[in-house]
């Protein structure tokens, strides 16, 4: 399998952190391209931290990055790396369409291949929105925008950071299997930081859990579901099993990182 993430021995610790507290540290992960993985882990154990790392958007002290071979720098300078964070951020003054062929029209020099825009807005449900302002839609169909801009300039690499936490239930189910549709037409690795079980099993192959003070990789699990999956997979049982699974790992990351004063989690 090509490798699409290797992160070797990453040790990160944050201005003015104590030293002894690195935010990072010795983590080892390997991603093969086209998969999806999900990072979950409690508060604080470094999930954004290593996401900013793989963006190219803040360095680490020791160990080594690469994405499909390349420095996150690198891979970020030549649009290889698509990033949605919770909070969709649309330019206000222009329609849903022309956002969405933004990164396409700032880069046209750069030769990449760029994906139509109301192709795009179908995957995600909104070709009827294509017309109307950011302040005309709802936070679910702004952050269906903000998905389909991130795979316009086709990113080798798609980094979320907990994109659809703020959105009901329906709403993130409805995003959920869109993202799910172009993830696979696009054949495209996503690290998806989210703090739902349910969310990690349905969307992942791989659920990285990590545990805190300082943040590690504590267990990675397999998600041997079939795909596509549809709604009898996602109700079966062995759905259920892998949640139980990934809720056991997740208390004992927890328990491994508790301070002797934190209260202990039902
Ligand atoms: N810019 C910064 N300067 C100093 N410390 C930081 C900075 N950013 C994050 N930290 C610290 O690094 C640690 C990891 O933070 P990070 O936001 O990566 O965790 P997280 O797992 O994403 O948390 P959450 O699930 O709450 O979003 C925390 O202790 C946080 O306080």
Redesign the pocket.
């Known amino acids: 399998m090509t490798a699409g993430i290797e992160v070797r021995g990453l040790t990160k610790r944050?201005?003015?952190?104590r030293p002894d507290r690195p935010?990072l540290q010795d983590i080892d992960l390997e991603i093969p391209h086209r998969r999806f993985v999900s990072l979950i882990?409690p508060?604080?154990?470094?999930?954004?931290?290593l996401l900013r790392i793989l963006a190219g958007l803040e360095g680490h002290d020791t160990g080594s990055v690469s994405l499909l071979g390349e420095s996150p720098r690198r891979a970020s300078r030549r649009k290889a790396i698509g990033l949605v964070s919770q909070t969709p951020a649309l330019l206000p003054w222009l329609t849903v369409r022309a956002n969405v062929a933004l990164p396409g029209k700032v880069n046209r020099r750069s030769g990449k291949e760029v994906d139509p825009p109301d192709e795009l807005l179908r995957a995600v449900g909104l070709e009827d929105a294509a017309d109307q302002y950011p302040h005309q839609l709802s936070g679910g169909m702004l952050q269906r925008v903000a998905v389909a801009r991130a795979f316009a300039l086709r990113p080798d690499v798609l980094l979320m950071d907990e994109p659809f936490s703020a959105l009901d239930e329906f709403t993130r189910e409805a995003l959920q299997y869109q993202l799910l549709g172009l993830w696979q037409r696009r054949a495209t690795t996503v690290v998806f930081v989210t703090?739902s079980v349910r969310e990690a099993v349905v969307l992942s192959d791989e659920i990285v859990v990590m545990s805190a003070r300082p943040?590690r990789v504590h267990e990675v699990l397999d998600v041997d579901l079939p795909r596509p999956r549809d709604k009898d997979i996602v109700k079966g049982p062995h759905m259920h099993d892998l949640e139980d699974r990934v809720r056991a790992s997740l208390q004992r990351a927890w328990k491994a990182g508790a301070a002797p004063d934190d209260l202990v989690p039902l």
């Not at 944050?14 to 952190?17: E, N, S």
């Open positions: 944050h201005p003015g952190a935010a882990g508060s604080g154990c470094g999930k954004s931290t703090h943040g």
